[in-house]
């Protein structure tokens, strides 16, 4: 049976794939989870970590935010991408020619290497932390 803070399958089963290290397996039920199940900021912060496209990157942290303004991780992950886009905005004219390609575009630009498995443990790091704060609570609320 599932209780009301148990995460919906898709979703349960995705995070699991994540933390398990198969980022395929795991986009398969993230994207299923987020057509058919209401998805938290959380939820769709492990779809932005199981993805390597840049764009779904963006559309899922953007909707964690829509959801949650102030979730520190999702703000860190919107500041990485706006880093990114901010360094292809901001390429020296003067330094394309006529022989040079012109660099690419923030859409084009994958994320750094890591990027995904640093964004999966600061989110592991603030789901232990409110975990830990839960725990805390519960214990004062005992002994007052």
């Known amino acids: 049976m599932r ?6 399958p898709n979703l349960a089963q995705g995070i699991h794939l994540v933390q398990s290290g198969d980022k395929r ?5 993230l994207r299923r989870a987020a057509q058919d199940e209401p998805l ?4 769709w912060l492990w779809l932005a970590a199981a993805t390597d ?7 899922a942290v953007m909707r964690a935010l829509r959801l949650d303004l102030h979730h520190p991780v999702a703000r860190r992950m919107r500041a990485e991408l706006e880093r990114l886009d901010g360094a292809a905005a901001h390429t020296a004219p003067w330094l394309a020619s006529a ?10 630009v994958t994320p750094l ?6 964004v999966l443990w600061a989110a592991l790091a603030l789901l232990a932390a409110a975990g830990l704060c839960a725990l ?9």
């Open 3 to 8: 209780t009301y803070n148990d995460p919906p």
């Open 25 to 29: 397996a795991a986009l398969v039920l």
């Open 40 to 43: 938290t900021a959380e939820g």
């Open 53 to 59: 496209d840049l764009a779904e990157y963006r559309q």
């Open 99 to 108: 022989d040079t390609p012109s660099p690419p575009r923030a859409h084009a």
């Open 113 to 118: 290497p890591g990027t995904g498995r640093r």
């Open 136 to 144: 805390f609570a519960g214990v004062l609320a005992v002994f007052l």
